[in-house]
Structures are given as C-alpha cells and as structure tokens.
C-alpha cells in the first residue's frame, strides 16, 4: 500500500522533466519580467512623488518656512475630501485660539494652546524644525478654504481675521531673526535692514538718549516688571544695555516710516530712522491685518464667481464649515428660560456624571479651570440657564473664594460666560459640548472635566475602584455596577453612561443612546418630572429663589 504510494522512479529526461524544466525558466522568465516591470513602477512612482515633492517645496519655499502671507492662492490638484478635511482642521484650530483667548489665555499659555491646536490637527509647517512642503501646502489650502469659508458674513470675517493675526503672531514670534529677515524679503517688506553690530557701537549713546527719552518704552520695560515698580537707575541701566544690543535695533528708510518719526516710536539719527525690535513685530503684524482685510474683501467677489459653477462641490462645503460640530447627533437646547439658578440644585438627580462631577468640584472649590468651565458653562445653557442667570450663578460661587473678588471675576472669567453665550467673539451661540468632546478631552490633574467613565477607568490601575464608588453614590451596587465598570473598562463610555442612566430611572433607557450631557439631562427630566410637574417643581423653585 505503501509502495503504491510512492512516486514512480523517473529518469532524467523523460518527457515529465523536461515539461517541468520548461515550466520552471517560464516562470523564472515571468517573474524576471515581472520583477523588472515592479522595479520601473517603483522608480516612476517614486519619481513622480519626488517631482511633486519638489514642485510643492518650489511653490510654497518663498515663505519662512513656519510663516506665509498667503498672497498666492495654491493651485494643486486635490480631492474634496483632501479640501474638506484641511477646510475643518483649519477652523478647529482658529476654534481653538478663539475659545483660549475667550478664556483668559495669554502670552506663553496661548502660545500653549496655539501649538498643541496645530499639532493636533496636524497643521505645522515643519516636521521636527524642518520645513515640510506637503504641511506648508496643507497650511496654505486650509487658510484659503476658510477665507472663503469665512467671507459672507461680517461676524465670520472678524472672527477669522482676529484668530488668523494671532496665528500668525504666533508664527512669527517663533522665528529666528534671519528666518523673519526672510520672510520680510519675500512678501516685500522692503526698507527694513538689521543694524550691524558696528553701527550700534558708533551710535550706543544716541541709541540709549532716545531709549531714556521714550516714555512708551518706559512703561513697557515697567509692565514687564512683576511689582510694576521701575527706579531711575534700574531703567538706565536696562536702556543701557538695550542700546548696545545689536539684535533689538533695525534701520530703515525714513520714507518708510515718517508716521513712526511723527509719534518718536522711530528715531532719526545721522539722517537715518531706527527702530526697536518691538516696534518692527508691531508694524509686520499691522501690515499683515491689512493684507488679511484686503484678501478678505476680495474673497467675497470671489465666493460669489465660483458659488454657482461648484454648487454640488465647494460651496456646500464651504457654506457649511462654521455650523459643523463634531456630531452631537442631538440638537436640541432648553429655551432661555427654562432653568434658573435654584433649579441647578433642584434638578441636581437629571444630571449626568460628569456634570455632577463638575458641579461637585465647583462647589468645593470655588473655581473650575478653562476646560472645566467651558465644558459646565455650555451645558447650563443647553439646559436652559439664560445668560443674566449664569453670570449670577458662577460670580456667586467664584468669589466665595478669596483669591477671586468681584473685580477679578468681571475682568478674567466675565467674558467666558458672555463668549459661551455669542455675546463675544466671534458671536456664535456655541452648541454644549457632546460626548464625544468630553470624552476626547484630556484633563489634567488639576481639572475636573472629560468623561468620568473615562477618565476614572484609562490608564487608571484600581480595578475600577473609584467609578465603583461613584456610582455608590447613585445608589447603584453590586452587579450594575459591576456591569458599568466593566463596559467603561473596555471603552464603552457612553453605553456605561446609558447603563447608568437605565440604573437610576427603574430600568427606563434611552432609546436613541447617550450623545450629549444635556440630552441626558432632558431625558431625565421627561422621566422624573414630566412637563406638567417640571413645570410646577421649576415654577416653585423659581418662586424660592425670587423670594430668598
Ligand atoms: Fe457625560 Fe456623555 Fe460621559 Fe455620560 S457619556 S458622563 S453624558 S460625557
């Protein structure tokens, strides 16, 4: 049986063999062939990527690597989802520098918040301090795709024009002098030339007299100073010093800046006009806000020639990149009205975990910081608290603190409130935060925002242990609670979330799913307090509140 099996013995030769040598060098031949051809397809491939590499570094290379005045529209062939993309990640991070400076953010913290925003959204123009055309590209796209995004209505053109200069600030602030030399050079900001280290040592007296003689200088040196207080002497010595310091000093043609001449921010000497460093950054940042207002303007005729030819493509797009959010999937939001300072607290059990946990951290601590504030502040007003009662509500509970008295409160957290609400800014009546945000955030030890389905379970090595005990305080034990935490555990967020919801309202779920904290609330409220009696119960503890 086994013989049977065998292979017959061939010998070499047979008709078997040499059919097989002859299939063997045909498929050597093909794979030969094959190989060759893979090679040229990856040599052309490769070519055709390095021609375009090439040509990108030979278009957007006239800018400063980190900076573009963006005078010269990109004309690349890209996709409309390519367009689409660059169009929301541009916005997202002009969101992100409006809702910082909304919240108090300055100097090195907006700086913070500025990269971290370009970073996420994949919008730098270098990689690793080099310059990198496919980002400069990207950037470039992205801010024409929002300028026209941006154009048609006076409240998108301002919000776009402020948050594009602080960008560019930024951009700018980041360069070394030669790369800002550059970037002057290429975008004809002519007249302007660094005063060489020799000429500032002829001219060190006369640079430091005009320096001494400078009150707006004075006074600038006195805000850098933490007690604000500036003798004599120290302020000599600090013009002294400046004086000799070749980098703070340019020359330019006097015709260039006889209005600078006129309010002595330049300085006429030995027929020449000097300025500092300062006043250079403040007339390249007013020279690029009037470039922007004019690109602006002119962006509306241009919005208008393509709206009809790209009515299936573009303008869809770009008509709907300012009323994008990331998908709630949820829109409804209370009436103004419907919530008052005293019905927080009253409806306290309608409140999601996170908020409870944010509400929890307010009230013991006297103050939430930006992410936590935001994240609370919207959602109030999802829930109905209208903006006289919010600004009520968090200047009540912030100067229950000492570090913040009335003042303090009007000059720094105001504004976020009246933002939240579109009364600053750009104007927006900004939808509350979705889960989806809340989840994406990433809260630091300090904050009191996020998921806590999350940020109680990732990363977090108890087992589950503090969203246990949380949920204890929901009167949710044993196997629920068991059920939640694993379902968290495994990164099932907003079920948990629901889960918890079906665990405190005798097994009622919601249908649709937990997409927003303020969905959840109005659920909540259907269930516990269904509109006859919420009304009731909202009425009464209105009339409580007007009484006390
Ligand atoms: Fe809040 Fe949504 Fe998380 Fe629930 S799933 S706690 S509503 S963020």
């Not at 030969?32 to 070519?47: C, E, I, S, V, Y």
């Not at 367009?83 to 913070?112: F, H, M, N, T």
């Not at 665990?503 to 269904?530: C, M, N, W």
Request: hydrophobic share 35%.
């Amino acid at each position: 049986m086994g013989k049977q099996c065998e292979p017959p013995n061939r010998a070499p030769g047979t008709i078997f063999e040499i059919r097989r040598g002859q299939l063997a060098a045909r498929s050597r031949d093909t794979a030969t062939r094959d190989g060759a051809m893979l090679g040229a397809l990856k040599t052309n491939r490769r070519r055709d990527r390095d021609r375009a590499k090439a040509e990108l570094e030979r278009k957007y290379r006239g800018n400063a690597a980190r900076l573009d005045a963006y005078n010269t529209a990109p004309d690349d062939e890209r996709s409309i989802e390519y367009l689409e993309r660059a169009a929301l990640d541009r916005y997202a991070v002009l969101r992100a520098i409006d809702d910082a400076r909304s919240g108090g953010k300055r100097d090195e913290e907006l700086k913070r918040a500025i990269a971290s925003a370009e970073e996420e959204h994949d919008m730098r123009r270098t990689t690793r301090g080099t310059f990198d055309a496919e980002g400069a590209a990207r950037d470039a796209t992205s801010h024409f795709l929002l300028r026209l995004a941006s154009c048609r209505s006076e409240e998108h053109r301002r919000w776009f024009r402020e948050n594009e200069l602080e960008l560019f600030k930024y951009r700018y602030g980041e360069l070394s002098l030669d790369a800002k030399m550059e970037f002057m050079r290429a975008n004809g900001f002519n007249g302007y030339a660094r005063a060489s280290e020799k000429e500032v040592r002829e001219r060190r007296d006369d640079l430091r007299d005009v320096l001494m003689a400078d009150n707006e200088y004075r006074q600038m040196c006195r805000s850098l100073k933490t007690d604000g207080y500036l003798g004599a002497r120290e302020y000599e010595a600090i013009c002294v010093k400046d004086a000799s310091d070749a980098s703070s000093w340019f020359v330019v043609g006097f015709e260039e800046v006889c209005s600078l001449v006129r309010s002595r921010r330049a300085y006429l000497i030995g027929g020449n006009a000097w300025i500092r460093k300062e006043t250079l950054e403040q007339l390249v940042f007013g020279r690029f806000k009037t470039m922007l207002n004019k690109m602006v303007a002119e962006a509306i005729t241009l919005f208008k020639k393509f709206e009809e030819k790209e009515a299936h493509r573009l303008t869809p797009l770009l008509k709907s990149v300012h009323n994008r959010r990331s998908g709630s999937g949820y829109d409804f939001q209370g009436e103004d009205g419907t919530m008052s300072i005293a019905g927080i607290e009253a409806t306290q059990e309608s409140f999601p975990l996170c908020m409870r946990q944010l509400y929890k951290a307010l009230k013991e601590k006297h103050h939430l910081t930006h992410g936590g504030r935001r994240q609370l502040q919207l959602y109030l007003k999802g829930i109905g608290l209208p903006l006289d009662q919010a600004l009520v509500f968090w200047k009540t509970e912030f100067t229950k603190s000492p570090d913040c008295s009335a003042e303090k409160f009007e000059k720094d957290y105001a504004y976020g409130i009246r933002h939240a609400y579109g009364k600053e800014g750009k104007r927006v009546n900004y939808t509350p935060h979705a889960c989806g945000q809340c989840i994406a955030a990433d809260p630091g030890v300090k904050d009191a925002h996020g998921c806590p389905f999350k940020t109680l379970t990732s990363g977090v090595k108890d087992n589950g242990a503090r969203l246990h005990e949380l949920l204890g305080t929901l009167k949710i034990s044993g196997a629920k609670s068991h059920a939640i935490v694993e379902k968290a555990t495994n990164m099932h967020y907003q079920i948990a979330c629901g889960m918890t919801f079906a665990a405190i309202h005798d097994g009622v779920e919601i249908e649709a799913g937990v997409h927003t904290p303020h969905q959840y609330f109005h659920e909540s409220r259907k269930i516990l307090a269904p509109p006859t009696t919420n009304e009731a119960v909202l009425g009464e503890v209105n009339a409580q509140s007007v009484a006390a």
